[in-house]
């Protein structure tokens, strides 16, 4: 059922499970926890629809300046599902695995212990069956290229429609006897015993001032990449570092998906051949993408991160700086959100005026297509530098809003460049076309960060280590030390991989919903 | 560095290296071999641009005669005529497929070619100041 959090103000409501946060995660562990007819109640801050005083609380600050962390995910049943893309695909075997090339790499799981759960979790984005390899989609693999795999491999997403999670499943949730999503409830605290070893309540708050409590036995996070662990830190009232915080890694490696303009194809014949990069409704069954990436060789050898290229726009003259400025300027513009390298862009249109004019006129006049921009994601490296700590401001339930202080270090920048002169290398060698790098990229300095985009794909604060010096929750995502709290969603992630995260997130938390429940 | 345009023009011959002129001569010098560079290339001058870009950071490769060799190699002969200028392509095209097998790759004004090609590029700069 949906409660206002007014309805149950004042008082202490009791559940076998208390989730906080009703995106995916949290409504994927609260459906499966209500099947085995546990009572669970999901406390979400904000409401059914968007509203900006609840949006308000996200605010914070962001060091780097590129993305504002009040429009990078939401509050609202569904999360940030509201506004995703619906991108899904798996994290890659080597993902999970320690390589010797990226300190603090390596899960202590592996991709066989989550494969189960990436089967399952397909259909709550209202995907076809787990096929993400080529050759189980015959009508694109007949007319994929022959890649190099000392060099480069496919990468394959799925498109969701995309699933709307508080749209898709609101029926459901206010159908749901056992299950009662608490709108407009903020979690402020989780209260511990004197030892911190296990929660005992969570402390809840509403904008107009009211206040109640949830007692439970298992508590489950599942409040996002930077809430998860803000939390964590604003509950100090026994252990002042913050909850399950005494080796002070709560907050640190956070991690994104920083995505580049990172230049495009000029293809001199027939375009036919790239058809299988470029058209989305390629494989007649269903929407996929299909993109490259380094090979595992590949990564090895030349030291690199995880990361894939795709297709990003059709081009009808050839790639250019101040093609993609344009579109990044357009994009600002659009979104009302004018980030700190607007000025560079700018400058960088100027400068590439005539390839913005011809590019633009070709445009105009329905020139045959001659290549195609290309869109770079890499993994950030993890790194305890990066991370989410309390700032002084508070919000309005007085709470101390999130700072986040990072920076993106070389590795990345040579990830996305050396993957690039791996994908142009094989364009050439197949006869497709000559590729044009961004040449921010081949700067050696911290210029190509100004040309990101971003996606909310907030990671690692909350890590996953069998080690508690190295991470903040166990391989069941049980926060070290405190019996039972739990952590769903991207924060438990010790790599990012190349992969958007929600399927993971959904596999993730479809696990733990498996592990908790014999003990609730 | 001023903005390279029309780029496509240079890039499209490049990635062909097709419809090639014939030079007759019976003394192939330099400049002969220069000639028919630049016949390679439907916009000379911007393949010339291209060239003198790729030459600015490479100053042991200033040098009309080492491009000429590291590109040809023994294939330069006496006489230039259709069928060695075939092989001249041959060798050209062997050349760039063996740069892309082993990631012999430069970055030129953003492309990113191949060893040969570039050194062709920079042969058609250093050419053109041969004054053919």
């Known amino acids: 059922m949906l409660v206002d959090f007014r309805e149950v103000a004042g008082t202490q409501l009791q559940a076998d499970a208390c989730v906080i946060g009703a995106g995916p995660a949290g409504i994927a562990i609260a459906r499966e926890l209500a099947e085995a007819s546990r009572s669970i109640v999901v406390l979400e801050s904000g409401g059914l629809d968007f509203d900006p005083s609840a949006q308000d609380l996200c605010r914070g600050d962001n060091s780097r300046g590129d993305f504002p962390l009040h429009t990078s995910r939401f509050r609202l049943v569904g999360g940030t599902t509201y506004i995703w893309g619906g991108w899904c695909a798996p994290l890659d075997d080597i993902d999970f695995e320690r390589r010797a090339w990226v300190p603090y790499s390596g899960w202590p799981i592996t991709k066989r212990d989550l494969l189960p759960y990436y089967h399952r979790a397909q259909p709550l984005c209202e995907l076809g069956p787990y096929r993400y390899e080529l050759a189980e989609w015959p009508s694109l693999s007949g007319k994929a290229l022959r890649l190099d795999p000392d060099k480069l491999g496919h990468r394959l997403w799925h498109l969701s429609p995309p699933t709307r999670f508080g749209q898709v499943y609101r029926e459901e949730l206010r159908r749901a006897t056992n299950i009662r999503v608490v709108l407009r409830a903020t979690a402020t605290e989780l209260v511990t015993d004197e030892n911190a070893a296990a929660v005992s309540e969570v402390r809840v708050a509403g904008l107009g001032g009211a206040r109640a409590a949830v007692r439970a036995r298992s508590y489950i996070l599942a409040c996002g990449g930077i809430e998860n662990a803000r939390l964590m830190l604003a509950s100090n009232r026994v252990e002042a570092p913050g909850l399950g915080n005494r080796h002070d890694i709560v907050g640190r490696f956070f991690m994104e998906h920083p995505h580049p303009d990172a230049g495009g194809v000029f293809i001199p014949g027939d375009i036919e051949r790239f058809r299988p990069y470029f058209d989305r409704g390629g494989a007649k069954s269903a929407r996929v993408v299909l993109g490259f990436g380094p090979s595992r060789q590949a990564q090895e050898r030349l030291r690199i991160l995880n990361s894939s290229v795709t297709v990003g726009g059709a081009l009808h003259s050839e790639p250019s700086e101040g093609w993609d400025s344009l579109v990044k300027l357009a994009r600002a513009a659009e979104e009302g959100y004018w980030p700190a390298s607007s000025a560079t862009h700018a400058f960088n249109v100027l400068r590439n005026l005539d390839d913005v004019f011809r590019e633009g006129y070709l445009r105009a006049t329905d020139a045959p297509i001659r290549g195609f921009t290309f869109t770079a994601r890499t993994e950030t490296a993890p790194n305890p530098a990066n991370r989410v700590r309390l700032a002084s401001e508070r919000d309005a339930l007085g709470q101390n809003r999130a700072s986040l202080t990072w920076s993106l270090g070389a590795r990345e920048r040579v990830t996305v460049e050396k993957t690039m002169m791996l994908l142009a290398a094989e364009l050439g060698r197949l006869g497709i076309g000559r590729v044009r790098l961004n040449e921010l990229l081949l700067q050696n300095d911290d210029r190509w960060s100004g040309n990101l985009s971003w996606f909310g794909h907030h990671m690692g604060t909350t890590r996953m280590s069998d080690d508690p010096k190295l991470g903040v929750v166990d391989a069941n995502c049980r926060v070290h030390g405190v019996a039972n709290l739990y952590v769903a969603g991207s924060s438990v992630f010790p790599t990012a991989g190349f992969a958007n995260p929600t399927l993971t997130i959904l596999a993730l938390a479809l696990r733990l919903a498996d592990h908790i429940r014999p003990t609730i | ?132």
């Open chain 2, 1 to 132: 560095m001023p903005a390279i345009t029309r780029r496509e023009l240079v890039l499209g011959a490049i990635f062909t290296l097709t419809g090639m002129p014939t030079v007759s001569s019976h003394w192939p010098s330099l400049r002969t071999v220069g000639r028919w560079v630049r016949g390679l290339f439907s916009d000379a001058a911007l393949a010339a641009h291209l060239g003198a870009v790729y030459l600015e950071g490479r100053p042991e490769e200033r040098s009309a005669a080492r491009l000429a060799e590291a590109l040809f190699g023994s294939e330069l002969s006496q006489q230039l005529d259709r069928a060695a200028l075939d092989r001249l392509t041959r060798r050209l095209r062997a050349g760039r497929a063996r740069d892309f097998h082993n990631d012999d790759l430069v970055v030129v004004g953003g492309w990113v070619l191949t060893r040969t090609e570039a050194r062709l590029l920079g042969l058609v700069s250093l050419s053109r100041d041969l004054s053919v």
